[in-house]
């Protein structure tokens, strides 16, 4: 079969490219589809020179081009290129795809929720209609829905967004490269901290994602305030910066500005995008992700699979993939003052910060490595090829 994996951004194709080499293997032609924001540079180290790149229209924010001039052009795409099957990633592009598919006639469309749009933090009235949006999308422009947290697959099953069993697939997560992402070795830690300029006495806080108010980073910068008053050791390193599309652009500089100023300057590193994410986290002693809402979030997986301690927020896939009190800690999400105490709680405690970084790497291996969530969607594509080669009979 011929297939578009289809996203917003390039960095999807981080955790796709198991799904692509599968997929490959099995004789199907795999196609890369998204704005190419970086010129394919960040999709083709996530993907090899192999795979075919194409430069297609997807939004992150709702304006007249993106229901209008950007879905007939999608659906110019999708006529021109004749998928057998559009696998599309992303809240807003997904359902500008699945409009453009039902124009161009794709036999197929696969939308795989990285959490579903609608979630616990927005007014119930603003909930419910989203949830009936994408209700309608599921049942009469989709063909099969895949979700990633077993809260949205739970949704989908009691809101029958497919007729059919077969229809909504549950996968567990995006799948973790446990051998890539594990713990290091006393010595490989030893030269990882050095190489960081790390002390022996310092207990580094890593946190890793885009600067916007919806990760948290505010109240990260408040908690962090906080917990340096109280602990001279303790020390921030954060990751992440803002992609071109963002919506959000205000938050990032007014938390660098507080995080840079007075006495938190020498205790916090920005360190902006890196190439060497894996290497931080070994080197690090906790991980803290204290996000609004979440679909299944990677970086909080893989620091896991690392043997990290977590500190994350009581939102969709945080608490799915922690176990609270055994992997990690959970507190209520825009609340900096239960963020300060719970992170207060791994940095007075190295010997809570070993057992909880081995139960977290425990779940991990056990339920979220690549192997367990690439298999239902290489045996959804099994049946799907199945039933186009009865088709043609």
């Known amino acids: 079969m011929r297939v578009c994996q289809l996203s ?37 180290g996530h993907l090899g020179d192999d795979v075919t790149l194409h430069r297609v229209p997807g939004a992150r924010r709702l304006r007249p081009a993106a229901v209008t001039t950007d ?12 998928f057998d099957v559009l696998h599309v990633h992303g809240s807003l592009v997904s359902m500008q795809a699945r409009l453009a598919a039902k124009l161009a006639g794709v036999p197929v469309v696969v ?54 069993e077969w229809q909504l697939v549950h996968v567990p997560g995006v799948g973790i490269d446990v051998d890539r ?27 890793v994602g885009r600067l916007v108010a919806e990760k948290g980073i505010r109240e990260l910068a408040d908690a962090f305030a906080e917990l340096a008053a109280r602990h001279p050791d303790a020390r921030l390193w954060v990751v992440g910066d803002l ?51 979440e679909g299944m979030p990677v970086s ?17 896939g945080c608490r799915e993939a922690v176990a609270p009190g055994e992997s990690g800690l959970v507190v209520p999400p825009r609340e900096p003052d239960a963020l300060a105490q719970a992170l207060d709680l791994l940095v007075a405690q190295p010997p809570l910060r070993r057992a909880m970084g081995e139960e977290g790497r425990r779940r991990v ?14 045996a959804l594509y099994d049946g799907l090829s199945r039933n186009a080669a009865l088709a043609r009979r």
């Open 300 to 316: 909080l997986l893989e620091a896991m699979a690392c043997a990290l301690p977590v500190v994350t927020t009581d939102v969709r």
């Open 8 to 44: 917003h951004v390039e960095h999807t194709y981080n955790f796709l490219a198991p799904l692509f080499q599968a997929l490959s293997e099995r004789g199907h032609t795999v196609v890369a589809a998204c704005n190419l924001e970086s010129d394919g540079r960040v999709a083709r």
């Open 181 to 207: 992402f594990r713990p290091p070795s006393p010595a490989e830690r030893a030269r990882l901290r050095s190489r960081y300029r790390v002390a022996d006495d310092e207990v580094v806080l890593l946190f």
């Open 365 to 378: 291996v056990s339920t979220y490595s690549v192997e367990r969530s690439t298999a239902p969607l290489v």
């Open 71 to 82: 879905v007939f052009r999608l659906a110019r795409y999708l006529r021109r290129e004749r």
């Open 243 to 293: 992609l071109a599309s963002e919506r959000d652009t205000v938050t990032a500089p007014a938390v660098l500005q507080q995080l840079r100023a007075g006495p938190l300057r020498s205790r916090v590193r920005l360190l902006g995008r890196r190439h060497d994410v894996r290497d931080l986290m070994q080197a690090a002693d906790a991980f803290v992700l204290p996000s609004y809402r």
């Open 111 to 164: 939308h795989q929720a990285h959490g579903f749009p609608f979630h616990d933090g927005q007014p119930p009235w603003l909930r419910r209609c989203l949830l009936l949006l994408e209700r309608f999308f599921s049942r009469h422009l989709t063909d099969v829905v895949v979700t990633v947290s077993e809260e949205d697959a739970r949704v989908a099953r009691a809101g029958h967004f497919r007729p059919e």
